[in-house]
């Protein structure tokens, strides 16, 4: 067996089925079994070659060819310039005496894929999770639900990513083994990114935005709802509910929401500002565009767009109940209070730094 120090993160890529999706032109990759390296060929490359050799008289004399003959060719000249570097490497791999040295690389198939989403569901203890993936897995388009089923759940995406590499790599050395390649160096070890501290984040977030919403003139009180209020290790988002008097400029907070909702877009999570007036009712949200008003934006799905900038009352999209405005679970100003069963993280670095924060 032939041993050989492999480029394993080129290999990698070239059996995975989803590296090139959607390109204009097909993906042929090769594994050079003297140097281990890994050579790509896109379709236009290939196809120039193809042209060259036909003009050339076919590929069985290609150990005679020379770079002269090859640059001599109608077919050469007319390659686009972006090609030619690759095209003496494309005839090496494709039509020259040697060319058995040249593996072509096997993409995953949707048969192998498929059974490691099976497995790994199989492999979790958790009933509703199980449930979740299975259920996934048995709907139409199984791939795009599994998908989806996995990325509610942080480290359970986590998690998922280290065993299906682990597949992979082991797929990737039956075939190397069957070719008759052994690795000399081991497989790089893949390392998932640290999941953030995401609560920490949102909560330095939030003592960000009542610092500054709280000086805006007809701010009456600013609360904390949503996932972020219960002890969930990943919340998807921030939710603040704000009450404002009629006459209050809901531009500063349309601002101060857009900057927490950037903020939050680099931990893949996101914000909403809900608004209610001083008699606990509902109004809608701040509006998510730098540039307020009717007609600048012919998407905008606010009801009343234009009539109050800044306001938007998309109440197709969404409600909120009549009770958690008027009684939500945490009140972050001008009361720093929250309900008897709200986590302790959320006391410990929301509340308290407010409570003793010297200029509220």
Same mark, same amino acid.
């Given at each position: 067996?032939?041993?050989?120090?492999?480029?394993?993160?080129?290999?990698?890529?070239?059996?995975?089925?989803?590296?090139?999706?959607?390109?204009?032109?097909?993906?042929?990759? *090769?594994?050079?079994?003297?140097?281990?390296? @890994?050579?790509?060929?896109?379709?236009?490359?290939?196809?120039?070659?193809?042209?060259?050799?036909?003009?050339?008289?076919?590929?069985?004399?290609?150990?005679?060819?020379?770079?002269?003959?090859?640059?001599?060719?109608?077919? *050469? !000249?007319?390659?686009?310039?972006?090609?030619?570097?690759? @095209?003496?490497?494309?005839?090496? %791999?494709?039509?020259?005496?040697?060319?058995?040295?040249?593996?072509?690389?096997?993409?995953?198939?949707?048969?192998?894929?498929?059974?490691?989403?099976?497995?790994?569901?199989?492999?979790?203890?958790?009933?509703? %999770?199980?449930?979740?993936?299975?259920?996934?897995? $048995?709907?139409?388009?199984?791939?795009?639900?599994?998908?989806?089923?996995?990325?509610?759940?942080?480290?359970?995406?986590?998690?998922?990513?280290?065993? &299906?590499?682990?597949?992979?790599?082991?797929?990737?050395?039956?075939?190397?083994?069957?070719?008759?390649?052994?690795?000399?160096?081991?497989?790089?070890?893949?390392?998932?990114?640290?999941?953030?501290?995401?609560?920490?984040?949102?909560?330095?977030?939030?003592?960000?935005? @009542?610092?500054?919403?709280?000086?805006? $003139?007809?701010? !009456?009180?600013?609360?904390?709802?949503?996932?972020?209020?219960?002890?969930?290790?990943?919340?998807?988002?921030?939710?603040?509910?704000?009450? %404002?008097?009629?006459?209050?400029?809901?531009?500063?907070?349309?601002?101060?929401?857009?900057?927490?909702?950037?903020?939050?877009?680099?931990?893949?999570?996101?914000?909403?500002?809900?608004?209610?007036?001083?008699? $606990?009712? *509902?109004?809608?949200?701040?509006?998510?565009?730098?540039?307020?008003?009717?007609?600048?934006?012919?998407?905008?799905?606010?009801?009343?767009?234009?009539?109050?900038? *800044?306001?938007?009352?998309?109440?197709?999209?969404?409600?909120?109940?009549?009770?958690? @405005?008027?009684?939500?679970?945490?009140?972050?100003?001008? &009361?720093?209070? $929250?309900?008897?069963?709200?986590?302790?993280?959320?006391?410990?670095?929301?509340?308290?730094?407010?409570?003793?924060?010297?200029?509220?």
């Amino acid at each position: 067996m032939k041993k050989l120090n492999i480029d394993w993160s080129n290999l990698e890529l070239a059996f995975d089925p989803a590296s090139d999706p959607g390109v204009a032109f097909q993906l042929s990759n *090769y594994l050079d079994t003297q140097t281990g390296r @890994v050579i790509l060929l896109h379709e236009e490359l290939t196809n120039a070659t193809d042209e060259i050799i036909e003009e050339l008289g076919g590929s069985q004399n290609g150990e005679t060819w020379t770079d002269e003959d090859i640059e001599g060719t109608e077919a *050469y !000249e007319n390659v686009p310039e972006w090609i030619k570097p690759s @095209v003496f490497e494309a005839i090496q %791999v494709l039509h020259s005496a040697d060319k058995d040295r040249f593996e072509e690389i096997p993409r995953f198939t949707t048969d192998q894929c498929f059974g490691w989403m099976r497995d790994f569901t199989d492999s979790i203890e958790d009933d509703e %999770v199980r449930h979740r993936l299975n259920k996934a897995l $048995a709907g139409h388009k199984p791939f795009r639900n599994f998908r989806e089923a996995i990325g509610t759940d942080r480290r359970l995406d986590q998690q998922w990513c280290c065993f &299906e590499q682990d597949r992979q790599r082991e797929a990737i050395i039956e075939w190397l083994n069957h070719i008759g390649v052994q690795p000399l160096n081991a497989e790089e070890k893949f390392e998932p990114q640290p999941l953030p501290e995401l609560r920490k984040i949102m909560f330095a977030e939030v003592r960000r935005f @009542v610092r500054f919403a709280r000086d805006i $003139a007809g701010v !009456e009180r600013i609360a904390l709802i949503g996932s972020l209020t219960e002890d969930k290790e990943f919340p998807k988002d921030v939710d603040l509910l704000v009450t %404002v008097t009629g006459d209050c400029d809901l531009g500063p907070l349309a601002t101060l929401g857009r900057q927490l909702t950037g903020h939050l877009a680099a931990h893949n999570a996101g914000a909403d500002i809900f608004l209610a007036n001083t008699n $606990a009712q *509902y109004i809608g949200r701040t509006c998510p565009w730098k540039k307020c008003g009717r007609g600048i934006r012919a998407s905008c799905d606010a009801i009343s767009c234009g009539a109050r900038k *800044y306001l938007h009352d998309d109440f197709k999209a969404i409600r909120l109940n009549e009770n958690l @405005v008027q009684s939500p679970p945490v009140q972050l100003w001008p &009361e720093v209070k $929250a309900a008897p069963n709200c986590p302790s993280d959320l006391r410990e670095q929301l509340l308290q730094p407010l409570l003793e924060d010297p200029s509220r």
